[in-house]
């Protein structure tokens, strides 16, 4: 007699289960009392967002060129937001491919909304007033990205030279072994942010970063100062990162270029290059109106909410039993 498998069953507990579902009513009713409209777009689309550390899942479909399972919703919703909508949320699926670890799943839930007129800081206060509707942890407290490096590693992450950078990685602990350019600014910064920042982030309460490298703008406005900085902000929570937001670059001429930068990137690190022109660039054309969205990483918070180590046991069928 052939032994029955178990891997048929869910990872998640049915009390998981359920929390996850009064979660997902307690998103929605949050913005639908705020006048929020719930929206839907293409999760298969001919557009993808264009990063250098985001890998799109290509789908083979005969005869009709590239198609690609969406990253974010990001490109669609920023449409509606140039065809005419003022606050629009969705709730959805979202893929990205090498993602599968703890924390990391191909298949996950996003939470992705955007309100026009809204600056950084209504951004995050907006994403501050959902996160205490849900964790019930209290307010966050508001740490630049330059200021939370002073705390962890003790230097300026928008001034220090490259080496200083490096020799602040090694320090603690980080050895890349000659596989990083020892040129690369962002790499070393992010390694010391995964490293030494982002444990001590939302430890006592959630923690709100902003004010990121200009470098790391990605689809964020850069504000003019002597130092520019990008209005990007971060939710974090027992150090995890649970959320990224933008004040939203509205110019299509700087998004070309960030876009062409991307893919060169892409190109210097073995990866394929991915489609530049894309209906957002249309819609930006057109004009799109000054805004801030978020995107929320509905499983991990989630995982926050009920104690949960790793991602599977908030999540029926991870990946492994999908």
């Known amino acids: 007699m052939t032994e029955a498998r178990s891997d048929y069953r869910p990872t998640a507990s049915w009390e998981h289960l359920r929390r996850r579902a009064e979660l997902l009513r307690t998103v929605r009713g949050f913005f639908d009392q705020r006048g929020f409209l719930e ?87 907006l994403l501050d007033e959902l996160t205490q509707v849900t964790l019930g942890r209290g307010a966050a407290e508001r740490l630049s990205y330059a200021a939370a490096f002073q705390r962890a590693v003790g230097l300026d992450p928008l001034l220090s030279p490259v080496a200083e950078l490096a020799a602040a990685a090694r320090q603690h602990g980080l050895d890349p072994s000659g596989a990083w350019d020892p040129e690369d600014r962002d790499l070393w910064l992010d390694g010391l942010l995964v490293t030494c920042v982002e444990p001590l982030l939302g430890r006592d ?81 057109h004009g799109l109106p000054p805004a801030t969205g978020v995107a929320l990483g509905f499983d991990r918070l989630v995982m926050v909410a009920v104690g949960a180590r790793v991602l599977s046991e908030v999540w029926a069928f991870p990946i492994d039993r999908a």
């Open 205 to 285: 309460r959630p923690t709100l970063l902003y004010d990121y490298p200009a470098s790391q703008a990605a689809l964020a406005v850069v504000r003019d100062e002597p130092v520019p900085v990008a209005e990007r902000f971060e939710l974090y929570v027992d150090g995890i990162e649970l959320a990224n937001g933008y004040h939203e670059l509205t110019d299509a001429a700087v998004l070309r270029a960030r876009t062409r930068a991307a893919n060169q990137a892409r190109r210097a690190d073995g990866k394929c290059a991915l489609p530049e022109a894309s209906r957002l660039l249309d819609a930006m054309d």
């Open 39 to 125: 929206v839907e777009t293409p999760l298969l689309s001919a557009d993808t967002v264009v990063d250098r550390h985001l890998d799109p899942l290509p789908v083979a479909m005969s005869d009709t060129g590239s198609w690609w399972l969406q990253t974010s919703p990001e490109f669609a919703m920023k449409r509606l937001l140039a065809a005419g909508a003022t606050a629009i949320y969705q709730i959805t699926r979202a893929f990205r491919g090498a993602e599968q670890g703890p924390r990391h799943n191909p298949e996950f839930t996003l939470v992705e909304w955007y309100r026009v007129g809204d600056d950084m800081w209504q951004g995050m206060q």
